[in-house]
């Protein structure tokens, strides 16, 4: 993983287009005396996902991956060719706005870049858009892994006080965290996000996560739990949560063109309840939606524990 502000000059045409920049922009670079001059911010770092998965996502201009916690509240509208050289799109932070456009894009080699054609705010306006590109790219990093790069290459105003550039790197990391997430997250089976939610740490916030808003769990008890009870049961002091899994699928069903999905399966969980141990294996149900972010449990049901 590298994450990392640097300087570095253009050292001939080629290799600027490779940048993402367009021969009219390095034209005026060279008029201008400004390709000695560059600097480069970049995050780059491996994940679980194959790059298969995650090109349809990065690639997306309409940016289905940001959010408000990894933009610095920023918004895409109005997309316009998307997935080719021209494309366009509106970037919307608070009262400002300002347009991208695409200046590369290859599938072969999972990687696009773009350029800002309107002036950016507030402290984003130290960056030159006449030189400002950003690429992001994906590369194979072997079985259902990759590696994910967002940089940018960029001149400031001239007598720009460095230390006044916002930092941009930390964006870029979340950009590469949020599109390997939503990648994952939207292009698993149901059957895979039954095995992730019950990988995953059985903490307070595992309903928050995996449950919608009203979804209901009915415990082997008969009584049912909404999320927010089922969040503070993990949170009792009572009950301590060593380890959860999926120890078979028992049956997947799809419903409504595979928008719904019911899965049966067998949890395995070790877990300290009022201090006796409990290395068990129960029958689980849930009744899952695909939403645009991704499968989510809208209801569940736990049977009674059975032998090993």
């Keep these: 993983m590298g994450s990392g502000l640097s300087h570095e ?5 080629s290799e600027a287009l490779s940048k993402g920049y367009t021969q009219e922009q390095i034209d005026k670079f060279v008029s201008d005396g ?3 001059k560059f600097m480069t911010a970049v995050h780059t770092a491996e994940y679980d996902v194959s790059a298969d998965k995650i090109w349809p996502v990065l690639s997306d201009f309409s940016s289905p991956y940001v959010n408000e916690a990894n933009s610095n509240g920023a918004s895409v509208e109005d997309v316009v060719g998307n997935g080719a050289v021209g494309a366009t ?7 400002a706005n300002w347009s991208e456009q695409v200046t590369r894009f290859d599938a072969d080699t999972k990687s696009y870049s773009y350029m800002c054609t309107s002036a950016l705010p507030g402290p984003f306006a130290v960056f030159d858009i006449s030189t400002f590109v950003c690429t992001l790219s994906v590369q194979p990093a072997g079985d259902n892994k990759c590696t994910i790069t967002v940089g940018s290459i960029y001149t400031v105003h001239e007598g720009t006080d460095e230390s006044t ?13 949020s599109i390997a997430e939503f990648a994952q997250a939207t292009s698993e089976t149901a059957a895979e996000f039954v ?3 019950y990988s995953a740490p059985a903490n307070p916030e595992w309903g928050n996560t995996f449950m919608t808003d009203d979804c209901v ?3 082997p008890s008969g009584n049912p739990l909404n999320k927010e009870g089922f969040n503070q049961m993990l949170n009792n002091d009572d009950i301590k949560v060593e380890s959860q899994s999926v120890d078979k699928i028992l049956e997947v069903r799809e419903f ?3 928008n719904f999905a019911w899965v049966s399966f067998l949890s395995a969980s070790k877990f300290t309840y009022k201090g006796t141990a409990n290395d068990d294996l129960a029958p689980i149900s849930l009744f899952l939606e695909k939403t645009s972010s991704g499968w989510i449990i809208r209801a569940g049901h736990r049977a009674g524990s059975i032998k090993k």
Excluded: L
């Design 34 to 36: 400004k390709s000695k």
């Design 195 to 197: 095995q992730r939610a």
């Design 256 to 258: 409504e063109n595979g």
């Design 9 to 13: 000059g253009i050292a001939d045409s």
């Design 217 to 219: 769990f009915i415990r």
């Design 89 to 95: 799109r509106k970037v919307v932070m608070g009262e």
């Design 165 to 177: 550039i916002p930092p941009i790197t930390p964006m870029y990391k979340s950009w590469a965290d």
